[in-house]
Each structure stands twice: as structure tokens, then as C-alpha cells.
């Protein structure tokens, strides 16, 4: 009578061992999932910010523009490239989860942006006929575009993974190990409107 | 680019969400992208090469009308049969959280996946009981897309979070071009109004402006009604005024090209819905077709027509605002042709040109993102196990 029993017990404990294990495993396998798509998107926005910055660099050195526009537009993109090129993804402990504080570098881009590339000068751009300078032209466009969109989606994933890093299994269980808490890229990424067609 | 796209709805019958899907499918097969759609639709139906049948449908009462759906085991094999045999770059999935094809691809898929939301109608109760459930699966999805503000309010709503904003396509200049037909053309004396949409579907509100004609007919009496869309309408028009029945002409289903013709040649194109539209295309087709509009004032339909710059609004569900509208419109040719030329330049926007590059630069958002995670993702044999989790997926 006693044997059965302990063997009951025993197979219960097991069963609910394996289960437990089982669902600690399915939801680090899922916070880990979403931090991967946190870092991700991360690497698409940083990406994006590259192509504006460069195309943007092209642009002033182009000599299309008047030299105080030129000037203004390669001093935010350099900045905007110097901030990348430090590494901030490769190097950080925090696994691409951070954006490094570039949000002040890349909004400064983007208001440049907005008030050198109006309308009229745009369409005087285009008027050169010039290849390279139209190339520029849709390729800040282009990458503002996507810029917009990879910003959008990173916060999408970050507050997933924030959600998900709330729950009590999570935390009572460390299942997030050493990950640092991704956070929202918030900066201003308009399109210059003249761009937004 | 190899594209795998899933369009919950029977591609058989006629819907907007198919309508999206298909153009912009052959939007993306003509600039040279390998697109494989997957929906219900009927075994014998006839249907574009580019469809994958996932099985017959059901009529099932969803979001308001009825929908026809798939569900069930062997749509669940044929979905994961597809999944494998596309070896597809992106799956864009089309309302994934209609429980249909678009559910079940959201559980199977292993590709990138992004997702478009095209309803605004609220169903709380549906989406929060199954929210646990669906939780896991809808994290796979990477970048959300929604047809407009109101779309992108029912998922803030009810799943949380931001989506990207990108409207429905038209094909503008097939509408801008289409030749107009003697019979459909208004004259001063008998002016033409249009209403395209199912006839028997109360949303639609055929029944609101049945019950305005008469007030109309008094200010013109010779106004018609161009009544297009499939559903029997004789019950409606038996208990309408006599007049207003007398007025209107049944079209019943029309092809594209008749739609197009008709657009282009009526006077007043009149929309009078009472509700659950998220987008309102119709009125970018009618736009494009340099139709004058006159629309319900609903959100959506306030914001395709510019908050009202680029059509006519009069109060939903209310027949004397909309008589009233529309004997003033009738009344006055310079409004009629300043709308013709507000719609027709308000409806580039919407053109599937620019509308399919936005799609596109999604897709190579995602897909920068799915490669750069690629490179240093965790493998094992207990990685995949626990990876391979029903709805969890990898």
C-alpha cells in the first residue's frame, strides 16, 4: 500500500518536474526570440540611419547646393556617421538592445533635412538634370522612408519584450539573465515633406 | 523577392480585402517579384495562376456580414504544405487575426512575417478571450501595417502598440481613363447617382438613400439611380417609395471595367454606409474616376476625402441630411466639377505605385532585420524543441 503510494507520488513529482522545466525552457526560448527581434530591428534602423547619413553626405558634396546649405547638411550627416562608426551596436555589453543616445544626433539630421530640402529647392535639384544628384535625392528618401518604418517596428518588439519581462515567471525565475531592459527609440524622423511624395 | 501572401476570404467572392490582396499581388508579380497567394476558394472556381487553394470556404457570420472562411485540420496541412514548398523570402499575412487561413499560417510560419490590419469594427470580446492564446504566435509577426487611423485603432485598441499606416492601392489610371457609356451619362434633365456594394447588406445603407430619392425627385425629377453590386435588392425596393423605385436601375454585379465606366460617368457617386468600413476604397476609386463624392460623415470617410475638401459628407444614417446634400450638389455644376478635380488629384496618393513601394520597403525593413538576428541565433537540439512549440514557432 505504502510502495504505491510513494511510486505515485514520485511519478507525480516527476510529471510536474518536466513540466515546469518544460514551460521555464518554452518561456526563456520566447523571451530570448524577442529580444533577437529587438536587436533585429535595431540593426535595420541603424542601417537606415547609415544610408541617410550617407546619401545626405553625397548630396552636400555634390555642389548642387549653395555652400551654406552644403555646409549645414554634411555637418549634421558627418555627426550622424561619427556616432555610428564608434560602434555603439558591436561593442555594447548590452547586446544592440540601446541606441547609444544618437536620438538628439539623428533629429538634428532630420530638421536640416526639413528645412534645406524644401519644395523649391528640390525642384531646382531636379531641374540640374544632374544623375548623381537625383540618385541622392531618392536615396534620402528612400532610407528617411525606411527609417520611419525600422523605428516603428523596433518599438513594436521592444514593447513585446517589456510585456512579456513583466510577467512573474520571468522575473522570479531571471529568465531575462544579464539582457538589459531594451527601451524605445523615440526622435523626430519625418520625411522632408518635398521627399514624402 | 519571393513573396508568400494569405488572404483569409473566399478569393472567389468579391471583398476588399481580396481586392487588396490580388492587386497587390500582380502589382509586385509585374515589377518581377515571385508572389504566391494562398486563400479559400472553390475547387472549381476560376482562379489566377498566382493562387495556392487552401480548400473550399464556409459562409461564416464574421465582422458583420458573412464571411467565408477555411479552418479545420486538412486547411492546417495544406497550409504548412505551402509554407514548405514556397521557401518564401517574406509571408505577409492579411488580418491574421481572423480565425482563418491567415491564423493558421501566423502559427506554421518560420519565415520574416508582416502582417496588415485592414479592420476597424470592434470585437472586443472575440480578440481579448483568444489574446492569451494568440499572444506567443503574434510576436512572430515583425512589422504591422494598417490600412488607415481607424484600422490602426481597433489593433492599439486590442492588441496594443503602433502600426505602420499604409493605405489601400488603386489602379488610378485605369479609373481616370475608362471610357464613359452614353446610358450611365446624367443630362441637366436626368441626372445619373451611383451606389456600388452589396445591395442586401444594410451597412451599405442602399436603404437610407431609397429613402431620401423622394425628396430628391421633387427638386429633379428626373434623377436616376444607378444601383451596382451583387445581393437581390427586390425585397428592398418592394417596400421602398414607389417613386424611388421607380428611379432606380438594378445593375446587379458588374465587371471591373463596368464599374470604372460607371464611375466615370454618373454625376454623383453616393456613399451612403452606416458603419465598419476602416477605408472606404470605393471613394478613391470614384476620386480617381473624377466622380463627384458625397459620403456619410465616418471617420474613415472623413479622412479619404480630406476631411471633406475633396467630397461631399452628410450625416450617417440620416436620409434628409443626405436628400439635402444631394439635391445642392445636383443643383450646382461648378461644386461638382471642383470636386471632380479635388477627387481626381487627391486619389494619386493613393495609386499603387506609391502605395506598393512603401509595401516593398517593409518587406526589406523586416528582412535587414531577420539577417542581421540570423547571425547569432542560438541552435541545439533543446533550442529547437522548446523553439518548436505550436504558435511559438522558430
Known amino acids: 500500500m505504502l510502495d504505491i503510494d510513494v511510486l505515485q507520488v514520485a511519478t507525480f513529482l516527476v510529471i510536474v518536474v518536466i513540466g515546469v522545466a518544460w514551460y521555464l525552457s518554452y518561456s526563456a526560448a520566447r523571451l530570448d526570440r524577442l529580444h533577437a527581434k529587438v536587436e533585429g530591428a535595431m540593426s535595420a534602423l541603424d542601417a537606415q540611419l547609415v544610408r541617410r547619413a550617407e546619401a545626405t553626405l553625397e548630396l552636400a558634396n555634390s555642389g548642387a547646393l549653395d555652400p551654406a546649405t552644403a555646409l549645414l547638411l554634411a555637418d549634421a550627416a558627418t555627426e550622424s556617421i561619427e556616432r555610428t562608426t564608434e560602434h555603439p551596436l558591436a561593442e555594447d555589453l548590452l547586446d544592440g538592445q540601446h541606441f547609444g543616445g544618437r536620438e538628439e544626433t539623428e533629429a538634428v539630421l532630420t530638421e536640416i533635412l526639413a528645412v534645406t530640402l524644401t519644395d523649391d529647392v528640390v525642384a531646382r535639384l531636379l531641374a540640374q538634370d544632374d544623375e548623381l544628384v537625383a540618385d541622392s535625392l531618392d536615396r534620402i528618401a528612400a532610407s528617411a522612408l525606411r527609417v520611419r518604418m525600422a523605428r516603428r517596428f523596433h518599438n513594436d518588439a521592444v514593447r513585446e519584450v517589456r510585456r512579456v519581462r513583466q510577467k512573474r515567471v520571468v522575473r522570479w525565475f531571471r529568465l531575462a539573465g544579464h539582457a538589459a531592459l531594451p527601451a524605445r527609440v523615440e526622435f523626430d524622423d519625418a520625411l522632408p515633406p518635398a521627399l514624402a511624395r | ?394
Request: glycine residues 8%; hydrophobic residues 45%.
Open chain 2, 1 to 394: 523577392m519571393r513573396i508568400g501572401m494569405v488572404c483569409p476570404y473566399s478569393f472567389d467572392v468579391p471583398g476588399g480585402v481580396q481586392f487588396h490582396v490580388r492587386d497587390l499581388a500582380e502589382v509586385f508579380i509585374a515589377q518581377g517579384h515571385d508572389v504566391s497567394v494562398l486563400a479559400p476558394a472553390d475547387e472549381d472556381a476560376d482562379v489566377p495562376p498566382y493562387l495556392v487553394s487552401c480548400g473550399k470556404a464556409v459562409p461564416v457570420r464574421y465582422n458583420g456580414s458573412v464571411a467565408r472562411l477555411t479552418f479545420g485540420p486538412v486547411t492546417s496541412a495544406r497550409v504548412t504544405r505551402w509554407l514548405e514548398n514556397g521557401s518564401f523570402d517574406v509571408v505577409h499575412l492579411h488580418e491574421p487575426v481572423t480565425p482563418s487561413v491567415s491564423l493558421m499560417a501566423l502559427w506554421a510560419a518560420e519565415e520574416p512575417v508582416v502582417a496588415t490590419f485592414h479592420t476597424s469594427t470592434v470585437r472586443s470580446r472575440a480578440m481579448h478571450a483568444a489574446n492569451p492564446l494568440l499572444r506567443p504566435s503574434l510576436e512572430k509577426i515583425r512589422a504591422r501595417i494598417s490600412v488607415s487611423e481607424d484600422a490602426a485603432a481597433t489593433v492599439r485598441r486590442h492588441l496594443g502598440g503602433d502600426t505602420y499606416i499604409i493605405p489601400n492601392g488603386v489602379h488610378v489610371d485605369r479609373f481616370a481613363q475608362a471610357p464613359t457609356r452614353a446610358d450611365w451619362v446624367g443630362t441637366a434633365e436626368r441626372p445619373t447617382l451611383a451606389f456600388l456594394g452589396r445591395v442586401d447588406e444594410p451597412r451599405k445603407g442602399l436603404g437610407v438613400l431609397l429613402r431620401a430619392l423622394p425628396s430628391v425627385l421633387d427638386a429633379r425629377p428626373g434623377t436616376r439611380l444607378l444601383v451596382a453590386g451583387p445581393g437581390d435588392a427586390t425585397e428592398l425596393l418592394r417596400r421602398a417609395d414607389p417613386r424611388a423605385a421607380a428611379a432606380t436601375e438594378v445593375l446587379g454585379a458588374v465587371s471591373d471595367t463596368d464599374k470604372q465606366s460607371l464611375l466615370r460617368s454618373v454625376d454623383v457617386y453616393v456613399a451612403p454606409h452606416l458603419g465598419g468600413e476602416s477605408f472606404g476604397i470605393v471613394l478613391v476609386e470614384a476620386m480617381a474616376a473624377c466622380a463627384p463624392v458625397l459620403a456619410s460623415d465616418l471617420p474613415a470617410f472623413v479622412r479619404v476625402l480630406d476631411d471633406g475638401r475633396t467630397g461631399v459628407l452628410h450625416e450617417a444614417g440620416s436620409s434628409a441630411s443626405l436628400a439635402a446634400a444631394l439635391v445642392d450638389l445636383l443643383a450646382d455644376e461648378d461644386r461638382r466639377n471642383a470636386l471632380r478635380r479635388a477627387g481626381s488629384e487627391r486619389a494619386r496618393i493613393f495609386d499603387w505605385r506609391p502605395v506598393s513601394r512603401q509595401v516593398m520597403a517593409v518587406y526589406e525593413t523586416v528582412l535587414a532585420g531577420a539577417h542581421a538576428e540570423l547571425a547569432d541565433a542560438p541552435r541545439g537540439l533543446w533550442g529547437r524543441i522548446v523553439r518548436n512549440v505550436p504558435g511559438g514557432g522558430a
